[in-house]
């Protein structure tokens, strides 16, 4: 038994020291009240504002000497993300109203941002994606996985998606690392943007499909492959399994069949597939 001590100290003496998942969590809920709520009763000045910032820059400043293998450049990389939070910001608001418009449930662009997991998803998204370009991978997956959690939506923060996007309800959407998703492209639960391979060589190259501007994705597709394209302007109904390209203006469906049940004996075994 000694030698499984042993060897979970020499795991631990080679592994990163990283900070509690917790203190990224936090970070993340106390950045969506400043930006897309107001839980305070009393009106906050420009000055509270700017001031809470301040200090999540600090907050942050620490999260990225605990996940950044350049320990100098730590006030660099909060310096250029906090500098991409108002175009972020802005990015995800264009979403909230996308969602608002197209979802008939949605009564108030309140209720979008306060109550929306799919919103809460891809603004995540959004935020993780910025981290991920500057090279923190780590923390950029640390922080795309709190709102796998809250969420049940899973969107890699490699993936590429334009503006205006939309999920609806959300649950058990995945989009893998090298998807591309084009502007105005709307997405319901159950969705896979996956890959046919997953071979581990193969991790370098694109594996997931591009959605093109203007789809529309209805519930439990799965779209596989980093070769496949759906063409701008196309529906792809529920249930519907993709390994291949569809032009543009197409709509892809899953054909129902429905056999009446009588007193004749069926001729032959019924076989259901989707």
């Known amino acids: 038994m000694n030698s499984f001590y042993q060897e979970i100290a020499k795991q631990h003496q080679e592994l990163l020291i990283l900070p509690e998942k917790k203190l990224i969590h936090q970070f993340i809920d106390d950045l969506f009240i400043i930006l897309f709520s107001n839980t305070s009763k009393s009106y906050e000045s420009e000055a509270t504002i ?8 600090k907050q942050f400043e620490e999260l990225v000497l605990d996940f950044s293998s350049k320990k100098d450049q730590n006030q660099d990389q909060t310096a250029i993300f906090f500098d991409s939070i108002p175009g972020l910001h802005k990015e995800a608001l264009n979403d909230s109203l996308t969602i608002l418009t197209k979802d008939p449930a949605a009564k108030s662009l309140e209720e979008v941002l306060y109550s ?10 959004r935020f993780s994606h910025q981290l991920w370009k500057q090279d923190l991978k780590l923390l950029a997956r640390t922080i795309s996985e ?5 969420t049940s939506i899973e969107i890699h923060p490699g993936a590429r998606i334009g503006s205006d996007f ?3 309800h959300g649950t058990g959407i995945v989009i893998g690392e090298t998807a591309v998703i084009g502007n105005n492209v709307q997405i319901y ?3 896979t943007l996956g890959a046919l391979s997953v071979k581990k060589e193969e991790a370098f190259i694109k594996r997931h499909p591009t959605i093109e501007d203007n789809v529309i994705i209805y519930a439990n597709s799965t779209i596989l492959g980093g070769q496949t394209t759906i063409g701008r302007d196309s529906i792809i109904g529920g249930n519907v399994w993709l390994t291949y390209s569809v032009p543009s203006n197409s709509v892809v469906y899953h054909k129902n069949e429905m056999k009446i049940k009588d007193n004749n004996p069926f001729p032959e075994p019924i076989l259901y597939s989707i």
């Open 50 to 57: 700017k001031y809470k910032f301040n200090q999540l820059k």
């Open 116 to 125: 929306y997991p799919g919103f809460f998803a891809i603004a995540v998204y």
């Open 146 to 150: 709190y709102a796998h959690i809250k």
């Open 166 to 168: 939309a999920i609806d």
């Open 189 to 191: 639960q159950g969705v």
